[in-house]
């Protein structure tokens, strides 16, 4: 009895969990995976799961995909749209959705364990399945090395991933060299002194400080970074205050840093921190701010040699028209923490998920970024079909090209 992977995915979808807490979605997974006649272990990495494929000798692929959602509240109107609620870290209650593909990840994998377990007698080698989860928060697969599933699996000959982009459906968005942006979330907390509103002279406004940082920030990319170079500096949050009244003593902003490589992570990373430090001192601050690293991700990289490998083989599978070198995304990925803690090349790409008649109109019209809804948007919603197709023949395609 095949796997009905539309049903999976709208479960998946309905039903999506916060990072580190994708206890449902796990049991989801090893229910499918018994039912394939693989072994399962479970909590790896506190939620990941993984499965193996024994199938004589040859090559070891690896092939992942990830399974957290977000603290986003669904808005795209679907029969099958989210109303769950989590508890994120700081014990806030939030809307979850699975505004990243995670859900379409997971499904995708899935049909094709199921695709190369019913066509054993044609390959030969080790396939291991790994459903990682907080790709989110940048944490999950150093979790799943933390907890020794390098250690317990075969070391990967390759690692091969792949994520579902606001690309039109049957196109593969693929390039050598890197693929995405390394990054860095940063919690600034800015120390000011805090009082009663009607007497500002006798404080120190952290609100203000904050909002002189905001804004001088945004020098850095437009002003500090030669513009034929990639950067990516963004405040996504901030927070001050309770009461009109009151000045806070504090205001905490928390930052995404986005860079190509090592050097212009130093170099943006400088400047970053001189200006918070410079705002401080010019607000006539009397303490640092505090600067606290959340994560890193280094860069994704794709293997020269094994993209170039892959690219043809999907050009022969699906045509020369359906692969295309997208440039290098500013998104971040944690999926080649497998690849460099176990010296293995990395082959990571991206597969379209909208109407293409939706995105030729958008195109021509110049409105892309306004009517096409990219990951993280409330209204990302990846067309079902034949997005899954896709993404299962996709990774087939890929794992039976570096098989035996």
């Keep these: 009895m095949s796997v009905d992977l539309e049903s999976l995915y709208t479960d998946l979808h309905a039903h999506p969990e916060l990072s580190f807490q994708e206890t449902r979605t796990a049991g989801v997974i090893a229910r499918h995976l018994v039912e394939l006649g693989l072994e399962v272990e479970e909590g790896v990495g506190r939620t990941g799961v993984v499965t193996r494929i024994d199938n004589g000798d040859g090559p070891v692929v690896w092939l992942r995909a990830d399974m957290d959602g977000l603290p986003v509240e669904e808005q795209t109107g679907l029969a099958y749209a989210s109303t769950a609620r989590g508890t994120d ?240 995304f500013t998104g971040s990925e944690d999926v080649s923490w497998f690849a460099r803690e176990s010296g293995a090349p990395l082959v990571f790409w991206f597969w379209g998920g909208v109407d293409p008649q939706t995105f030729a109109d958008a195109l021509a019209g110049g409105t892309i970024e306004r009517d096409i809804p990219t990951n993280h948007s409330p209204f990302f919603a990846p067309l079902m079909q034949p997005t899954i197709d896709r993404g299962v023949e996709n990774l087939v395609v890929a794992a039976r090209e570096f098989l035996g």
Aim: proline share 7%; with cysteine; charged share 20%.
């Design 89 to 328: 870290p700081a014990g806030n209650a939030v809307p979850v959705m699975h505004a990243c593909g995670h859900d379409m990840h997971v499904t995708a994998l899935i049909g094709a364990l199921e695709r190369l377990v019913a066509t054993r007698d044609e390959w030969s080698g080790t396939i291991v399945a790994v459903f990682q989860p907080a790709e989110e928060y940048g944490a999950g697969s150093q979790a799943m090395i933390a907890d020794g599933v390098l250690e317990r699996y075969p070391t990967p000959d390759i690692v091969l991933g792949q994520h579902v982009t606001p690309l039109p459906a049957g196109v593969i968005g693929v390039r050598p060299g890197t693929q995405m942006a390394a990054s860095d979330g940063l919690t600034v907390v800015l120390h000011g002194r805090g009082g009663h509103g009607s007497r500002p002279h006798s404080t120190i406004d952290p609100v203000v400080m904050a909002a002189a940082t905001v804004m001088r920030l945004q020098t850095v990319v437009s002003r500090e970074v030669d513009p034929r170079d990639v950067a990516v500096v963004t405040v996504g949050s901030i927070h001050a205050g309770l009461k009109n009244n009151i000045i806070p003593a504090e205001a905490k902003l928390e930052l995404s840093l986005r860079y190509p490589d090592d050097a212009a992570r130093a170099r943006v990373m400088s400047k970053v921190e001189r200006i918070i430090r410079a705002e401080a001192s010019a607000s006539g601050a009397e303490q640092e701010p505090t600067i606290s690293t959340d994560h890193t991700l280094p860069p994704t990289i794709n293997d020269v040699d094994a993209t170039a490998r892959l690219t043809a083989a999907f050009r022969r599978s699906f045509g020369e028209a359906s692969v295309v070198d997208p440039g290098m």
